[in-house]
């Protein structure tokens, strides 16, 4: 079955570590993005890509990092700049529109928590 | 500025009635697609949805219609005939064509089915 797949689940991080969350796609699509979830909120773009080794800041990048080597694969890496990482983080991936509107929704993965030890 | 409004942080509706989840966008792109999605407290986050700018009727998919009214950049879900599994957050979606198919999330809907 084509989709997303997130990992790990649960993740937790110590002071001054950098940690890596896994995103992989077998949907083909070209665009893959990263969310931020808080507790009660909706989601906030950290980074996203349309195309293999090319990517861009989304409102939140700060403290953030990303690559796009493989069209399967965007890896998120919350590095120890990012001083509240707490929260829920999910991957989605899409079709690249070109032109006119399209109704492809973006695809979820399950997401990953991320806690602070 | 917000971009997407969602004013109903908690709804309750009774089991099989209809409930109608609010949704409010700014945009000055002619050309944009709305969405609604799921989230259920497992965290996964489940399309529902969808209305195109140019879409001149209201969407629908089985239980769930939006009711799009373009001038006043609403764009209302509707769930009829709830059932328990309906209970969820609900979130509201903008993606300007012009932007990169990057999603804008209201802040969400939390809805309650009571048997």
């Known amino acids: 079955d084509g989709g997303i797949t997130q990992s790990p689940k649960y993740l937790f991080r110590k002071e001054g570590q950098n940690v890596t969350l896994s995103c992989e796609q077998n949907l083909n699509h070209d665009a893959m993005y990263w969310y931020r979830q808080d507790p009660g909120q909706g989601l906030r773009l950290i980074y996203y890509s349309q195309i293999v080794n090319d990517f861009q800041k989304g409102d939140i990048a700060e403290g953030y990092s990303v690559s796009r080597e493989k069209k399967e694969s965007f890896p998120l890496t919350v590095t120890s700049a990012q001083k509240n990482p707490t929260a829920f983080y999910l991957c989605?991936?899409?079709?690249?529109?070109?032109?006119?509107?399209?109704?492809?929704?973006?695809?979820f993965g399950d997401g990953t928590r991320l806690s602070i030890l | 500025a917000q971009k997407i409004t969602q004013t109903q942080p908690g709804m309750f509706v009774q089991e099989k009635e209809a409930v109608t989840l609010d949704c409010t966008y700014d945009?000055?792109?002619?050309?944009?697609?709305l969405f609604w999605y799921k989230q259920p407290s497992s965290g996964e986050m489940i399309f529902l949805i969808y209305?195109?700018?140019?879409?001149?009727q209201n969407a629908t998919e089985g239980r769930y219609s939006l009711n799009f009214q373009k001038a006043r950049k609403s764009a209302n879900l509707v769930i009829s005939a709830s059932q328990l599994g309906d209970s969820a957050m609900y979130f509201c979606?903008?993606?300007?064509?012009?932007?990169?198919?990057?999603?804008?999330f209201g802040q969400g809907t939390e809805l309650s089915v009571k048997p």
């Open positions: 989605a991936s899409s079709t690249l529109l070109k032109g006119t509107t399209s109704n492809q929704p973006q695809h």
């Open positions: 209305q195109g700018s140019y879409d001149q």
């Open positions: 945009t000055s792109d002619p050309s944009y697609g």
């Open positions: 979606a903008m993606r300007e064509d012009n932007q990169g198919g990057k999603l804008i």
